[in-house]
T-cell receptor
């Protein structure tokens, strides 16, 4: 089956750095996504990791370790607008690119 | 438009009625997904279409749920004899091809079953 775990909620201070962890157990693995979802809005793409290592994109970075079934999203120089849910999602399932999402981590950025 | 379009944006219905939700994917996107998101919950996979291949229906919660897609165009998700637990936002997403790639989401259809 597919199981994706991430913390339910996190709080961080404006200007700080926060790391949101995600562990996954899937039958077959083809890559891992991070999406951002503001309340009442559609999820928007942040990053996609296929290979081990860190991918940096501006203030956001994403890390993947396939051997450990582990990923994290790193947000630097936090801004109030970063308050949102962050969804970890893994491609799984042989022959079918079913994207399985975690329940999301609700990040609150405080002044 | 350039993005994924869903309709209706909001639907209120009575328990036991049938509802139909529509998704227009981005032109040229061969893959189309339906997800359900209950209040405060994560995205729950429902069904996946890829070109003319048989859809992956493994996420449909019951036989009251069905979906169709003609070729690489519009998809409709039908829920028969709606129940209160069907209340959720139904999100549609599309992507370019069968290999893993970025999903583009629509704004969703919010379904409320009274």
């Amino acid at each position: 089956g597919q199981n994706i775990d991430q913390p339910t909620e996190m709080t961080a201070t404006e200007g700080a750095i926060v790391q949101i962890n995600c562990t996954y157990q899937t039958s077959g693995f083809n890559g891992l996504f991070w999406y951002q979802q503001h309340a009442g809005e559609a999820p928007t793409f942040l990053s996609y990791n296929v290979l081990d290592g860190l991918e940096e994109k501006g203030r956001f970075s994403s890390f993947l370790s396939r051997s450990k079934g582990y990923s994290y999203l790193l947000l630097k120089e936090l801004q109030m607008k970063d308050s949102a849910s962050y969804l970890c999602a893994a491609y799984s399932g042989a022959g079918s690119y079913q994207l399985t999402f975690g329940k999301g981590t609700k990040l609150s950025v405080i002044p | 438009g350039a993005g994924v379009s869903q309709s209706p944006s909001n639907k209120v219905t009575e328990k036991g009625k049938d509802v139909e939700l529509r998704c227009d994917p981005i032109s040229g996107h061969t893959a189309l997904y339906w997800y359900r998101q209950r209040l405060g919950q994560g995205l729950e996979f429902l069904i996946y279409f890829q070109g003319n291949s048989a859809p992956d229906k493994s996420g449909l919660p019951s036989d009251r749920f069905s979906a169709e897609r003609t070729g690489e165009s519009v998809s409709t998700l039908t829920i028969q004899r709606t129940q209160q637990e069907d209340s959720a936002v139904y999100l549609c997403a599309s992507s370019l091809g069968s290999s893993a790639g970025e999903l583009f989401f629509g704004e969703g259809s919010r379904l409320t079953v009274l």
